[in-house]
């Protein structure tokens, strides 16, 4: 039987020893075709019982043990593939709020997108990150790996998680070093405190940060929190060609500022910037790429009598395109031993080089063909990576250079992608479309070390699963020997008319089960208007904090914003004993890191210098006595009142990142609330 031929079902009630009705599946899935992922099968006519959330048993309908009355809900299978839940390697949920803001601009001036980040309220944040998770189980992604690049505020990670949470996805939550601005001493115990509140929703992982935007000394904080906690780590690499170009002048820019580090690092330093620069014309390296592939793939080829060989001539002109070693961030990382099960995100513009110590290091890739396309990247090399037995794994990346989370739309941009970079289908019809399916599905759940939890349709995993309606357009014509195609050529969201997250039926009918999708858009809407009046006008930073014994229990507390121009703060803390307060500026957009917060150990390998616009005041605060901490719009001029007198003010005339930390009179932390206003 094959894709909806009826079976007919013993119905025969169990019972308990005195009689009762015994439920033994929270759910079951009768009579479906599962795809498994692992053996590139395709098994019709089975049932799925679910427990707990679990996958508790995998029958033929034909041998059924049991009947269907024992299950609290039923879903007929008949007409549906039963397809493990996509796990989506990279997203930034958040950049809902920015679909659409700069679809022509290249990543280094796209980036204005996150301006809309700074002025979501908490409550804005979580509509947002929920609307956004709901769109992506509309998908069938039932896993994320969120990039929490909106830690800009002290509430962005964790109303993320929650919001996450909320909407039933689970998988990793991302840390980004660079916009948390608190101190690394506090960041390792903030971390731990996350990894307990999520230990059974989110795995946390260290993203350290780009070294095409941030300083090697701010990296290097990143790094050594995730050493410290035994972090696994993922982060954005060789997204375009312009990232290499500024990871170079960033380097050469450092070694002249510090020219006493160890021996050691300042000679590979030396090294690693006496490598190419990539030329200043993108479509140049492409062409030198291009080349490279071309010669590949003719000496491959030689033996395959329908392919038609370069002539001498041709051989000649590509081999004098010489495609050298450009410098790359993987260098770095790997010098300072980071990358050891690493997921790259993008990973671009990788050369052999790069996929060697891919390889050592059992790395990962995060392909996010959608997001490469949007912003003009370019196209990864996938073939290079198959050939070399990467780890390819999916990635959508965040609405604002997407302007979507759709996994359908994605595996089928890989593919598409993957034929038009080749430009030679006697390569790429070589290319098996399970590689894609395993790509969205085990493939991330590998990468993420959860294929023990996820990524397939097993018995013992969670019951993560999308069915996919054959009796539509989009799944028709369907056949057993072109299912995979369909899935990834012809298949949409529309198809999906049910997702299951772990063990619980999210979306029905194709519809969100406990949510009005009508609803989340039109507020979606309102909450963009809003910030972008927001914007313009500024925020207003006004509250008054009365810090507790119970506030204290970890021995600091702390608040922290992103300050722009036209933004008002006013700020009273009080305290019912005596504490240490410490009022901290950035002077950077990305306030993490810095030298202000980053620990002694990072300076001591690699230096740096505050930023002449960060400053950190620190005053000690008793009971009755309150702290207030002031700034007007239109100017960065902020003032600190003990009571009523002025105890300092100062101009921090850039964009940044304001931090209020309490800390216990007697804590071991006390050492890093520094003054830097003497």
């Known amino acids: 039987f094959l894709f909806g031929e009826a079976v007919l079902i013993q119905r025969i009630l169990a019972h308990d020893e005195n009689g009762h009705k015994v439920k033994q599946f929270d759910l079951m899935i009768y009579n479906t075709t599962i795809i498994d992922v692992i053996n590139k099968r395709i098994l019709t006519n089975k049932n799925i019982g679910i427990v707990g959330g679990k996958i508790s048993s995998i029958n033929d309908s034909f041998s059924i043990n049991y009947p269907l009355d024992i299950a609290n809900e039923r879903i007929d299978g008949s007409y549906l593939i039963a397809l493990p839940g996509f796990v ?31 002025y979501l309220t908490k409550d804005e944040l979580s509509d947002v990150v929920f609307s956004a998770s709901c769109e992506a189980l509309l998908s069938g992604i039932t896993t994320v790996s969120d990039y929490a690049s909106l830690s800009f505020n002290d509430y962005g990670f964790e109303t993320n998680a929650d919001s996450i949470s909320k909407a039933g996805l689970n998988g990793v939550l991302v840390w980004n070093n660079p916009s948390i601005f608190l101190h690394d001493q506090i960041k390792l115990r903030e971390i731990e405190r996350l990894k307990i509140k999520y230990k059974n929703k989110f795995d946390i992982w260290m993203g350290f940060g780009p070294l095409s935007f941030h300083s090697i ?20 690499t060789m997204e375009n060609i312009q990232e290499q170009r500024d990871f170079y002048n960033s380097t050469v820019s450092y070694l002249k500022q510090y020219n006493h580090l160890n021996l050691t690092d300042e000679e590979f330093l030396y090294n690693l910037t006496n490598l190419t620069s990539p030329s200043n014309v993108d479509a140049y390296e492409q062409l030198l790429r291009n080349a490279q592939h071309i010669l590949k793939y003719d000496t491959i080829l030689q033996n395959d009598p329908t392919y038609k060989k370069l002539t001498n001539t041709e051989k000649h002109i590509l081999s004098s395109l010489e495609y050298n070693r450009r410098i790359s961030p993987l260098i770095l990382l790997d010098y300072l031993k980071i990358l050891q099960n690493h997921v790259a995100i993008h990973g671009v513009w990788l050369q052999n080089e790069d996929i060697d110590i891919i390889k050592r290091n059992t790395m990962s890739i995060s392909h996010n063909p959608e997001s490469n396309m949007y912003l003009a990247s370019g196209i990864a090399p996938i073939d290079s990576y198959l050939r070399a037995n990467v780890l390819i794994t999916i990635g959508t990346d965040g609405g604002a250079s997407n302007d979507g989370v759709n996994f359908f739309s994605a595996m089928r941009a890989m593919r598409n992608g993957h034929k038009i970079n080749l430009m030679n289908t006697a390569v790429s019809k070589t290319f098996d479309e399970w590689n894609i399916i395993q790509a969205a599905t085990i493939n991330g759940a590998k990468a993420f070390k959860m294929d023990d939890k996820i990524g397939s349709i097993d018995i013992g995993k969670q019951a993560d699963i999308s069915l996919i309606a054959t009796n539509e357009f989009g799944m028709s014509p369907l056949r057993l020997n072109n299912t ?15 997702v299951i997250s772990n063990g619980t039926i999210r979306v029905e009918n194709s519809s969100l089960k406990w949510q009005d999708q009508s609803k989340l858009a039109e507020n979606l809407s309102k909450i963009a208007k809003d910030v972008d009046v927001r914007m313009i006008a500024g925020k207003n930073w006004s509250e008054i904090y009365t810090i507790t014994t119970e506030d204290l229990t970890h021995s600091y507390w702390y608040k922290y914003q992103s300050i722009r121009a036209n933004d008002t703060v006013n700020l009273t803390i009080q305290s019912v004993e005596n504490i240490t307060i410490c009022i901290v500026v950035s002077g950077a957009v990305f306030g993490g890191g810095t030298a202000t917060v980053a620990d002694h150990a990072v300076h001591e390998r690699f230096p740096d210098i505050k930023p002449p616009q960060a400053f950190s005041k620190s005053a000690f605060l008793s009971p009755g006595i309150p702290l207030h901490v002031t700034k007007i719009a239109q100017q960065y001029r902020y003032t600190i009142y003990l009571g009523n007198s002025i105890i300092f003010e100062k101009n921090s005339p850039v964009a940044g990142q304001l931090l209020i930390l309490a800390l216990h009179r007697n804590s071991q932390l006390s050492t890093i609330c520094l003054d830097s206003t003497d």
């Open 88 to 118: 989506n390697t990279h997203t930034h949920l958040w950049q809902h709020i920015s679909k659409s803001s700069a679809p022509k601009e290249p990543l280094q001036t796209w980036v204005k997108v996150y301006r809309p980040i700074h």
């Open 484 to 498: 995979i195609s369909l899935l990834i050529y012809s298949a949409n969201t529309r198809n999906i008319k049910y």
């Open 217 to 236: 000394p701010a990296v290097y904080s990143g790094i050594l929190i995730a050493e410290q906690l035994n972090l696994s780590t993922t982060e954005h």
